[in-house]
């Protein structure tokens, strides 16, 4: 007889339950959710969607499948992990609501927060991860969460998901078989004690906005943007504008009038240990 | 008589600092007008051609006058191939 757990991930006002069996299922569900916001709400509703993951005891396979439909069937749990962390934050976003949820990363430092707001293959994660070794408290490197009337910033809290293109990166601050890295196929995931050992979580107020933009031969450049630039390309990174009111557009406007937004494009850390280290230091001065 | 230039209905607007963010819903697309593109959308209500929009701003702001005919048919240009505009 088997007995299926069920781990619940909210975030943003969605629900998502990963029904899991196996030792090997739950080291995944361990690995990936330990950091993930707390189920602070009482669960009289049924989660949106639902994941299920078995792990075979005859052939230490790994199967998930959403609903009926197989996503990930094979031996490697580094891509069985990429693949639930990917659906799960898929289906957070698509179902969030009560505020606006930004493709972003998010670091903070003594309540300051740091937003870092951009698409797939913009350089969030290793920008997350730059800022994570300089003594910053990672939060998260995919979703943000700013709630309707407020500006802290709720971050759903993962380990940092590397693209293969990256490796060799983070590959030059840290060894490949450190404990808390998960390396496959299509990247590397990455727990933030890695890079921080005393790495806290928290709700930080938004005191900068960086959109980063990294490309192998990039000059780089750091610009402040006026308000209604960086409020489009937070629009652009906005993934929940269906569902907020007005489209969060009079909201993103909010956030873009008050908080300074810088663009930058980048090429390497040590382009950021030369020119950056004084704009994430401002963020501590008096306003 | 020429052809005059009209806003597209749908789309939301947020004023930043005398720039415009303009988002329509049922495409997605979020588009950024500067301080000109700005005064050129607002101007555009179908009541006047691309001709008299460039008289009013150039008697607004004689000193750009020499440039406001291009600003205002490359932008008029941009709103029709993002379709934020039609012509009636």
Redesign the interface.
């Known amino acids: 007889m088997s007995l299926f757990q069920r781990r619940v991930i909210a975030f943003a006002g969605s629900l998502v339950a990963i029904d899991y069996d196996g030792i090997p299922a739950a080291a995944i569900i361990d690995f990936l959710f330990e950091a993930a916001p707390p189920l602070e709400v009482q669960l009289d509703r049924e989660p949106q969607v639902t994941l299920s993951l078995q792990a075979s005891a005859e052939t230490a396979e790994l199967i998930l499948y959403r609903d009926n439909l197989l996503l990930y069937r094979g031996n490697s749990p580094a891509s069985c992990a990429e693949l639930l962390l990917g659906e799960t934050c898929h289906w957070l976003a698509f179902h969030s609501s009560g505020g606006l949820v930004f493709h972003a990363a998010a670091l903070a430092r003594q309540e300051h927060g740091v937003l870092l707001p951009g698409n797939s293959g913009s350089g969030k994660t290793t920008l997350a991860a730059w800022l994570t070794i300089h003594g910053f408290d990672y939060l998260t490197d995919e979703l943000v969460w700013v709630p309707q009337d407020s500006s802290k910033l709720h971050s759903f809290t993962r380990p940092l998901n590397f693209k293969l293109a990256a490796r060799s990166l983070w590959r030059s601050w840290q060894q490949a078989s450190s404990p808390g890295v998960w390396s496959g196929p299509q990247g590397d995931l990455i727990a933030p004690t890695v890079f921080n050992s005393t790495n806290r979580v928290s709700t930080p107020q938004i005191d900068l906005i960086i959109f980063p933009s990294y490309a192998p031969n990039a000059t780089f450049t750091l610009q402040q943007l006026p308000p209604a630039q960086a409020g489009l390309k937070l629009m652009q990174c906005l993934v929940n504008a269906r569902n907020v009111p007005e489209y969060g557009l009079r909201t993103v406007a909010q956030l873009a009038r008050q908080t300074p937004a810088y663009l930058l494009n980048y090429a390497g850390f040590e382009q950021l240990d030369t020119h950056l280290q004084a704009l994430v230091d401002s963020i501590h001065e008096p306003k | 008589m020429s052809q005059r230039p009209r806003r597209e209905p749908d789309y939301?607007l947020?004023v930043?600092?005398n720039?415009?963010?303009l988002?329509h819903?049922a495409r997605?697309q979020?588009?950024?007008?500067?301080e000109t593109a700005s005064l050129i959308w607002q101007l555009c209500d179908g009541q006047r051609s691309s001709e008299e929009i460039t008289a009013l701003l150039a008697a607004a702001f004689p000193q750009a006058a020499e440039t406001i005919a291009a600003d205002v048919a490359a932008t008029l240009q941009q709103f029709m191939q993002q379709g934020a505009i039609e012509w009636v």
């Open positions: 939301c947020e930043i600092d720039e415009l963010l988002f819903p997605t979020i588009l950024y007008c500067n």
